[in-house]
């Protein structure tokens, strides 16, 4: 069994060791949006990618 502490510092371990790599660091894409969700309900984080996919579709999103 694992907690949430042990596992968010595996994964702050993990993004220092791929973003500070010599060869190909993990880095964002140029165009990435960026989600901070410390202050959003997950509803609000989900409606905020939603809102973001919507704005990038050429003929909107099919949906009716």
């Known amino acids: 069994s694992t907690t949430i502490t042990a596992l968010r510092a595996d994964l702050e371990a993990r993004d ?33 990618v939603l809102d973001w996919w919507q704005s990038k579709q050429v003929f909107g999103s099919g949906r009716t």
């Not at 901070?36 to 989900?46: C, K």
């Open 16 to 48: 220092a060791r791929d973003t500070q790599r010599s060869v190909a660091p993990l880095k964002p894409a140029q165009d990435a949006l960026q989600l901070d969700n410390s202050s959003l309900t997950i509803d609000e984080s989900v409606a905020q």
